[in-house]
């Protein structure tokens, strides 16, 4: 019986989560957009220290140095960019994405535009949704959390990193959409790079912020659709065609 009433719920959430993205699809289907749905992670990791040292890192042009108490330190290794976990591992930026892949299952998309899904947006604080996109030949990390900026008082954070250096993710502009019920809310931006940390971006408020009340007007049944958009700057553009 028990076994009986465990597979039955595991059939209402497939078809929960099928129905979800099939109101999703609908929604973006004029654009022809891929939908992913994503589900919420309870965020395990709070590491300012390491936060601080790889935005200190970064303002000076350099990558951030090696977190372990090492008689020699090779400058070239990054600390791992998962915001959900205090990861002990290290490694150069090129292999951050198979780290992130195989280690955290953080999974990944390509195509210039997709709909990132994010399921149970009444969970409490803190929560986040993570998803990778692989797009003009780059790969980014696009985050949204649950976060009680003020207590008793949760906003949702929404920004895309780009797995790469800060001059790397000046090249690109990034755009996140809502669009529900007649109603559109857009925000447009240059990605910030993984070296400067998915905290200090979220403390600055360069991203996407929403409070609880706009983002139940955008949300349905406990779900918020949010279509990305990656492009190059223009003045890339302008450089690449000089």
Not at 91 to 111: C, D, K, M, P, Y
Not at 202 to 213: E, H, Y
């Amino acid at each position: 019986m028990l076994f009986f009433t465990q597979c039955f719920g595991a059939v209402l959430d497939l078809i929960h989560l099928r129905f979800q993205h099939y109101k999703a699809k609908r929604v973006f289907s004029a654009a022809g957009q891929l939908v992913c749905v994503v589900n919420p992670t309870h965020s395990l990791k709070y590491a300012p220290t390491l936060c601080a040292a790889a935005q200190t890192s970064t303002e000076r042009g350099i990558l951030p140095p090696c977190h372990h108490h090492e008689a020699v330190h090779d400058p070239q290794l990054v600390p791992c960019m998962c915001p959900l976990f205090s990861c002990p591992w290290e490694g150069h930026l090129e292999v951050v994405v198979s780290h992130l892949r195989q280690t955290h299952h953080i999974n990944i998309l390509q195509g210039a535009e997709i709909v990132f899904l994010a399921t149970d947006m009444h969970l409490p604080a803190p929560t986040d949704w993570i998803i990778m996109h692989s797009c003009l030949g780059h790969q980014f990390l696009l985050v949204l959390r649950k976060q009680e900026k003020y207590e008793g008082h949760p906003q949702f954070f929404a920004t895309m990193m780009l797995i790469g250096t800060p001059t790397q993710a000046d090249n690109f502009t990034y755009r996140l959409e809502l669009n529900r019920n007649q109603r559109r809310l857009k925000w447009e931006a240059t990605p910030r790079s993984v070296l400067e940390c998915v905290d200090s971006v979220i403390s600055d408020g360069d991203c996407l912020v929403l409070n609880t009340s706009l983002a139940q007007l955008f949300s349905d049944n406990g779900s918020l659709a949010i279509g990305i958009a990656i492009t190059t700057s223009k003045v890339h553009n302008s450089e690449a065609e000089m």
